[in-house]
């Protein structure tokens, strides 16, 4: 059952996890229980898409062509991999776009009345954004599980690549206000959701 709307505006909740936590399992099952949601994946691919953003990272890159879709964004990710300089680059352009979007995307009246407002952010802590949210929820699991899961998606090579880039778990664990270790079922996730809306819901009424 949904939690009842918030009228004096959604709570905000950051999902985080490492690569193959199984975020974005938890991110459907808050959607399933009455949250506005939001990938900001989705919110990267998008900018990746628009030409004035592709023109600012060639420039500051220093790069040649670069297309939209999944064929720039795998050359974008095949330079800043190999090269911490370059990451650092793109982060500064990339970074303050994904909160610009997350505001407009906060202001959309049905987000606005939602009763909770979940974005899943893989570098929560790594982009500083952690701040703005009322709550912060992990999902962790044990390194070689989240390699296993992974691995059958991209590769073990770009999990490295993608893990080295993200802060200790034991780190996130320290910083965040619900953790949860995702090496149960899909119920027991699921459980958990469960609870941790229970508990906002019920700490934002007193």
């Known amino acids: 059952m949904a939690p009842e709307r918030n009228s004096d505006g959604p709570i905000r909740i950051a999902l985080t996890g490492g690569i193959g936590s199984g975020k974005s399992t938890a991110l459907l099952m808050f959607a399933a229980r009455g949250a ?42 095949s330079i800043v991999f190999a090269d ?28 606005a009345s939602a009763p909770l407002a979940v974005i899943e952010l893989p570098m929560l802590f790594e982009a500083g954004m952690a701040e703005r949210f009322d709550k912060v929820v992990l999902v962790t699991a ?45 119920e027991d996730l699921d459980h958990f959701i469960a609870g941790v809306i229970e508990k906002v819901i019920a700490d934002k009424g007193e």
């Open 142 to 186: 044990p390194s070689e599980l989240r390699k296993t899961r992974h691995e059958g998606r991209v590769g073990l090579a770009d999990f490295e690549r993608r893990a080295a880039r993200q802060l200790p778990e034991d780190e996130k664990r320290a910083r965040s206000d619900y953790v949860y270790d995702n090496t149960g079922s899909p």
């Open 84 to 111: 911490d300089v370059q990451l650092l680059r793109l982060e500064e352009i990339i970074f303050p776009l994904v909160n610009g979007e997350i505001d407009r995307w906060l202001a959309i009246d049905e987000v």
């Open 36 to 77: 506005a949601v939001r990938d900001s994946d989705e919110i990267v691919h998008g900018l990746i898409d628009r030409a004035d953003v592709r023109a600012r990272i060639r420039h500051h890159l220093d790069i040649g062509q670069l297309p939209p879709g999944v064929d720039g964004r795998g050359l974008i990710a």
